[in-house]
């Protein structure tokens, strides 16, 4: 099996990397951070004595995606399954945000797919299927406040995998959208804190490795949708069943702020 991963120099990309690895799993890593990158080969050479194909890319930019996939394609002549999981998180007050920031976000966490998926289309159409995992979040199903751009980002995630999950099945391509729940990476830790307010309340998070493992689950079972830690959901599901509940909830857990 041939598994390309964007967003693999850290964080749940990486984790899901080694897991994958020790399963025997074919990889190529993909990131921003050569030297990240670098440092992932030469683990999971030392542990598995096989070195993956690393190609350094901004997968907010079309061109590098393209390079991407066909230097992916032309290296093992397949590409089984695609994890979608590079990301960037930024918080602060929606009305003082800079529309760069925001479009930083967007081309990241959503235009990334648009162009990896449609790159990579035809090689699977081709090659009789494939399978691509698209790590979204919580917040693919409801937004908090000082996350607006990252939320909608996600939300979008989650639209766009709904809807051409039924355009290519025809095609034997399927595809699973992971939703974790707050998570101990790097992205949280790099938020500047003062663009929020003082006492902005610090969110439950999951170790990196019970996320990486529900991607790993996804990329071996195929469901359509993994919500990890399971309370995600049924928060999911309260949001869609009661906002105005959902909205009182938050409103407690974030008292004094909003």
């Known amino acids: 099996m041939v598994v390309l991963i964007t967003g693999a120099s850290s964080g749940i990309g990486r984790e899901t990397a ?7 799993v074919q990889l190529c890593l993909t990131a921003r951070r050569m030297d990240r990158l670098q440092s992932l080969a030469r683990d999971i050479q030392s542990l598995t004595g096989k ?11 079309q061109e590098q995606v393209q390079e991407l996939i066909k230097k992916t394609h032309d290296h093992f002549q397949k590409i089984d399954v695609l994890i979608n999981n590079a990301g960037l998180l930024m918080m602060e007050p929606f009305a003082a945000m800079p529309l760069e920031n925001i479009k930083n976000i967007m081309d990241t966490n959503f235009w990334s797919l648009i162009y990896t998926i449609q790159a990579i289309t035809p090689i ?8 691509i995992v698209n790590v979204g979040s919580g917040l693919s199903r409801r937004g908090l406040p000082f996350m607006s751009a990252y939320c909608a980002s996600k939300f979008a995630l989650a639209g766009l995998t709904e809807s051409v999950r039924l355009e290519l099945a025809r095609h034997n391509i399927t595809f699973t959208s992971v939703y974790p729940g707050g998570v101990e990476t790097e992205m949280p830790k790099n938020v500047d804190r003062r663009k929020l307010p003082s006492n902005y309340p610090d969110h439950a998070k999951i170790p990196v490795q019970r996320a990486a493992r529900a991607v790993v689950k996804a990329v071996q079972r195929k469901p359509l949708e993994v919500y990890v830690p399971w309370w995600v959901k049924y928060a999911a599901w309260l949001s869609v069943i009661s906002p105005s509940l959902a909205d009182c909830l938050i409103r407690r857990h974030y008292k004094n702020i909003i």
């Open 18 to 24: 080694l897991m994958l690895a020790q399963k025997g």
């Open 51 to 61: 070195t993956p194909l690393i190609v350094q890319t901004d997968v907010s930019k």
């Open 124 to 131: 699977m159409t081709t090659q009789g299927g494939g399978h």
